[in-house]
């Protein structure tokens, strides 16, 4: 099966992380593209930063869901609900062995027309040690 059109959307991320007893919050809105393929469905989209662009995917296939992200740091994530997934992290720092241990995978896609909301709840670790408890939430809108 190949890939259908990519459909302009909408995609507001917002990223809660806690650790100990402080909370951050990270919101981005950007304008990227959703496609599905071999009924997984994708998400990309690119960040600006201050170092350069980075080049995200976010695929989603049932229980299981993955992070690439491509540019002024390479990075992968992998999710699966109740098991521990390795990952990485590199950047012109070095590169750091990342892991994360999955508490909750949703997503829920209208049938109508071409949004959805993606959640990823997870503990993630950096070279072994706890870094946070993390509640990702991205909702994708056709534009």
Do not use: W
Not at 20 to 46: M, P, R, W
Not at 50 to 56: A, D, L, N, P, W
Not at 111 to 128: A, I, P, R
């Amino acid at each position: 099966m190949t890939a259908e059109a990519e459909i302009p959307v909408k995609i507001h991320l917002v990223t809660k992380i806690r650790l100990e007893d402080e909370e951050e919050t990270y919101e981005l809105v950007v304008f990227g593209h959703y496609y599905k393929k071999n009924n997984k469905i994708y998400l990309t989209y690119e960040e600006v930063q201050e170092e350069g662009t980075v080049r995200s995917v976010v695929k989603v296939d049932g229980n299981e869901a993955t992070i690439f992200r491509k540019g002024v740091i390479d990075m992968r994530l992998k999710f699966r609900l109740n098991e521990q997934k390795s990952g990485s992290h590199m950047s012109e720092f070095g590169s750091l062995l990342l892991s994360t241990n999955t508490r909750g995978i949703f997503h829920k896609e209208s049938t109508e027309k071409c949004e959805g909301t993606v959640k990823l709840q997870y503990d993630l670790f950096m070279q072994g040690a706890h870094a946070g408890e993390y509640d990702m939430e991205i909702n994708y809108k056709e534009e």
